[in-house]
C-alpha cells in the first residue's frame, strides 16, 4: 500500500497524540522511506510501548535514515538508536516541547519573525507576548532563556498539502535547525 493522504494523516495524528501502535499499524504495510521523519517518531513511541514488532521496524526505518542521509535524519537516527538501546555519539541537544511541523511552518513562512517558547514548545509571533512579563525584558519575571527567536524564513512550503516527500523535507530541516540550536523535539504534553 501507498501512502494515501488518509494515511499519512493517520501517521501525522499518531505522531502528535504518542500513540506508537497507531503509528505501526499504519507503517506496516507501507513503505518507509517516503516518511521517515514521522515513521522514527511513531517507532520511538512503538518502542517505548513495548509493541510487538517496533523493534524490527525500528531497525529498518534507521537502516534507512543512516542510507538516506537527509537533514534532519542523523538526528532522528541518534533518537531511534537510543531507543533501541543502542545510543550513538551524538551532541547532547536539550528537549524541547515543539511540534516539527510549526517549526518549519515558521522557518519557511511569511518573512515574519517567531519565537519558539523552550518551555511550552509554542512558535508565536513577538506581538502575540506583549502581555507575557517572562517575555518583556524590563519585567523582573523576564527570562531571556525561555525563547528562542527564529530567523524569518522565506516562501512557504506549506501550501503542498498531503505530500509525503515534502512534508519529509520540512520536517527534517525543521528537526535539524533545532539540532544546530543545541535542542530536540520532545513530546509535548496532551
Same mark, same amino acid.
Given at each position: 500500500?501507498?501512502?494515501?493522504?488518509?494515511?499519512? $494523516?493517520? =501517521?501525522?495524528?499518531?505522531?502528535?497524540?504518542?500513540?506508537?501502535?497507531?503509528? @505501526? /499499524? =499504519?507503517? /506496516?504495510?507501507r513503505?518507509?522511506?517516503?516518511?521517515?521523519?514521522?515513521?522514527?517518531? %511513531?517507532?520511538? !513511541?512503538? @518502542?517505548? +510501548?513495548? +509493541?510487538?514488532? %517496533? +523493534? $524490527?521496524? %525500528?531497525?529498518?526505518? =534507521?537502516e534507512e535514515l543512516d542510507g538516506r542521509g537527509l537533514p534532519g535524519d542523523a538526528e532522528l537516527a541518534a533518537d531511534l538508536a537510543a531507543a533501541l538501546g543502542?545510543? /550513538?555519539?551524538? &551532541?547532547? @541537544?536539550?528537549?524541547? &516541547?515543539?511540534? @516539527?511541523?510549526t517549526l518549519a511552518d515558521a522557518l519557511e513562512g511569511d518573512g515574519v519573525a517567531h519565537v519558539l517558547d523552550l518551555a511550552r514548545g509554542d512558535v508565536l509571533e513577538p506581538d502575540e507576548l506583549e502581555d507575557e512579563p517572562a517575555f518583556d525584558g524590563e519585567s523582573e519575571a523576564y527570562d531571556p532563556g525561555r525563547w528562542l527567536m527564529l530567523p524569518p524564513g522565506g516562501p512557504s512550503g506549506a501550501g503542498v498539502p498531503e505530500n509525503p516527500e515534502a512534508e519529509e523535507r520540512r520536517?527534517?530541516?525543521? /528537526?535539524?535547525?533545532?539540532?544546530?540550536?543545541?535542542?530536540?523535539?520532545?513530546?509535548? !504534553?496532551?
Open positions: 500500500m501507498d501512502w494515501d493522504a488518509g494515511a499519512l $494523516r493517520g =501517521l501525522r495524528s499518531a505522531v502528535h497524540r504518542r500513540d506508537g501502535a497507531a503509528g @505501526l /499499524r =499504519l507503517i /506496516r504495510d513503505p518507509l522511506a517516503p516518511v521517515l521523519q514521522y515513521a522514527g517518531d %511513531a517507532l520511538v !513511541a512503538a @518502542l517505548a +510501548e513495548g +509493541e510487538p514488532d %517496533a +523493534e $524490527r521496524y %525500528a531497525r529498518k526505518c =534507521l543502542a545510543p /550513538r555519539p551524538a &551532541p547532547a @541537544l536539550t528537549p524541547v &516541547p515543539a511540534d @516539527l511541523g520536517r527534517g530541516a525543521a /528537526r535539524r535547525w533545532l539540532a544546530d540550536q543545541g535542542y530536540r523535539p520532545a513530546a509535548r !504534553a496532551l
